[in-house]
């Protein structure tokens, strides 16, 4: 039995408003799942129109069980987890599972990257993770990857990480970390 404490629960609850404001700010619809996915999926909710599954992290969250319900759905997942929980704030970080000819793959560490408000919204492997960074396009039809970063100097990086945080964090309500 896995125990569930009050502060499992604060950060299960932020991850999933921050996951519903992530869908917000693509402009997505979210649906609960029908009986028909695998139960593992069941308390997330689905957009038909990208073929994405929005979840959010919770103590009892299977990562194998979420890998084998994508690969067996065909769909892709986004994963919406708190770093951290002080009071009513965390920051969030994304780890993608993209299900591409059968195999699904998993990109941990996303951070939100946007040039401004309303712009293009884009997906970037964190540049202090060490591997060659990885950028994807988010848009109403789903997740791409790009060719390139979406930014042409140190400074627009910068300031793409600072205004996508802060445009996040205002759709979740000012939950500041």
């Not at 502060?7 to 299960?12: G, L, S, T």
């Not at 065909?74 to 965390?90: F, I, M, N, W, Y």
């Not at 990857?145 to 042409?152: A, G, K, Q, R, V």
Request: hydrophobic residues 45%.
């Amino acid at each position: 039995m896995i125990y569930v404490s009050e502060e499992d629960r604060k950060r299960a609850a932020l991850a999933k408003e921050a996951a519903r404001a992530f869908a917000g700010l693509v402009g997505w619809t979210l649906v609960p799942f029908t009986s028909i996915m695998p139960p593992v999926l069941a308390e997330f909710e689905y957009v038909e129109r990208a073929n994405i599954v929005m979840a959010h992290w919770h103590k009892k969250l299977s990562l194998t069980g979420l890998i084998k319900a994508v690969a067996e759905c065909r769909t892709d997942l986004l994963l919406v987890e708190p770093s951290q929980v002080s009071g009513k704030q965390a920051s969030s970080y994304i780890t993608l599972l993209l299900c591409r000819d059968g195999e699904v793959q998993i990109i941990t560490g996303l951070w939100l990257w946007l040039q401004e408000p309303g712009g293009p919204i884009h997906l970037v492997t964190n540049p202090d993770g060490g591997d060659e960074m990885r950028a994807f396009m988010v848009d109403r039809g789903g997740i791409c990857p790009l060719p390139t970063l979406p930014w042409s100097t140190a400074e627009a990086q910068r300031l793409g990480f600072w205004t996508a945080r802060r445009h996040w964090e205002l759709t979740i309500g000012g939950h500041y970390a």
